[in-house]
């Protein structure tokens, strides 16, 4: 069990990276429509809080995916670097999920209180 997990494991390390850039981009549209909110007076807060709902699954996801390679006995990390020149930016995932949760917890406080002022 624990070597068919370990195998799973090494099969979708190639998969994880998109899911850090669909993140990324998930946390600058949120932000965006955060300041979107400010300049313009618009009514987002519910695209906020979905975006932040986004992120908040991501996070649990990649935290999730740590435990699991901890309990493994591996470390799951995501390389930033180039493969062709060599290069190795390693970047555990509890880092990804610690800042996708971070950005979820301040979309979702923003977006929560706008939807409140909205039905107020």
Known sequence: MKQMMMDMMILMMPAMKPLVWI???????????VIL??????????????????????????????????WLEMAPQINFGDFEKMEFKLVPFWQIGIGFFVVALVLGFVGGRRRLEAAA
């Open 23 to 33: 993140g990324a981009a998930v946390a600058v549209g949120g932000v965006a429509l």
């Open 37 to 70: 909110r400010q300049i313009m007076n618009e009514k987002n807060g519910q695209m906020v809080l979905l975006a932040g709902r986004i992120m908040l699954g991501l996070a649990v996801f990649f935290l999730g995916c740590q435990v699991a390679g901890m």
